[in-house]
Nanobody, 118 residues
Framework: VQLVESGGGLVQAGGSLRLSCEAS????????MGWYREAPGKERELVATVTRGGTTNYTDSVKGRFAISKDSAKNTVSLQMNSLKPEDTAVYYCRADYRYGGRPYVFWGQGTQVTVSS
């Protein structure tokens, strides 16, 4: 399984970016897909997730600003990020949780850099 992220970049505070994660297999295969981020000197943290059934979850700091969505036809999960703040600066990773034969598997993308300037 491969996850390929795109859409990162440099943006000014208050701006918007849209991240996309394309999976090499049908996203229906995954129990949950999501976005995590890792800022310099900090641990990787959950940003947003979406389950196979469409239930979404967000970390408090991005609620009302970020929106996760999925496009099954394109095997893609996206993260629309609005009203960006300098503290959103991080490497953003796509993650997919898969279960096969009763065992859990986790897949990660390579990461995409998001930099928000003040």
């Amino acid at each position: 399984v491969q996850l390929v992220e795109s859409g990162g970049g440099l943006v000014q505070a208050g701006g918007s970016l849209r991240l996309s994660c394309e999976a090499s297999i049908s996203i229906f295969s995954f129990n949950t897909m999501g976005w995590y981020r890792e800022a310099p000197g900090k641990e990787r943290e959950l940003v947003a997730t979406v389950t196979r059934g469409g239930t979404t979850n967000y970390t408090d700091s991005v609620k009302g600003r970020f929106a996760i969505s999925k496009d099954s036809a394109k095997n893609t999960v996206s993260l629309q990020m609005n009203s960006l703040k300098p503290e959103d600066t991080a490497v953003y990773y796509c993650r997919a949780d898969y279960r096969y034969g009763g065992r859990p598997y986790v897949f990660w993308g390579q990461g995409t850099q998001v930099t928000v300037s003040s």
